[in-house]
Nanobody, 114 residues
Framework: QVLLVESGGGLVQPGGSLRLSCVAS????????MGWYRQAPGNQREWLAT???????HYADSIKGRFTISRDNAKNTVFLQMNSLKPEDTAVYYC????????WGQGTQVTVSS
């Protein structure tokens, strides 16, 4: 059974930073590309970033230059470093593994507010 557990969310002021983590189990982590998504109230889930098994990264325009995805295969963990946070970044953040069916964590809340 695939299990993804996100952590690292919280309340941060505009301009601040957070680092999200997602620990995976039940998969051969190093063989999978991993992704981060977010969902704000009333909105659809939005793709943010992907890191391939080889370490290549891809970003949505909305977060490019502010967020960085990375992975540590030894720890079965994918990270999302978020800098220069804005109120519109407020959402529940999810990690994803492209298993069949797709695997999702429970999410971690990020609130950007003064």
């Amino acid at each position: 059974q695939v299990l993804l557990v996100e952590s690292g969310g919280g309340l941060v002021q505009p301009g601040g930073s957070l680092r999200l983590s997602c620990v995976a189990s039940g998969i051969s982590f190093s063989l999978y590309g991993m992704g981060w998504y977010r969902q704000a109230p009333g909105n659809q889930r939005e793709w943010l970033a992907t890191i391939t098994s080889g370490g290549s990264t891809h970003y949505a325009d909305s977060i490019k230059g502010r967020f960085t995805i990375s992975r540590d295969n030894a720890k079965n963990t994918v990270f999302l470093q978020m800098n220069s946070l804005k109120p519109e970044d407020t959402a529940v953040y999810y990690c994803n593994a492209p298993t069949i069916p797709p695997s999702w964590g429970q999410g971690t809340q990020v609130t950007v507010s003064s």
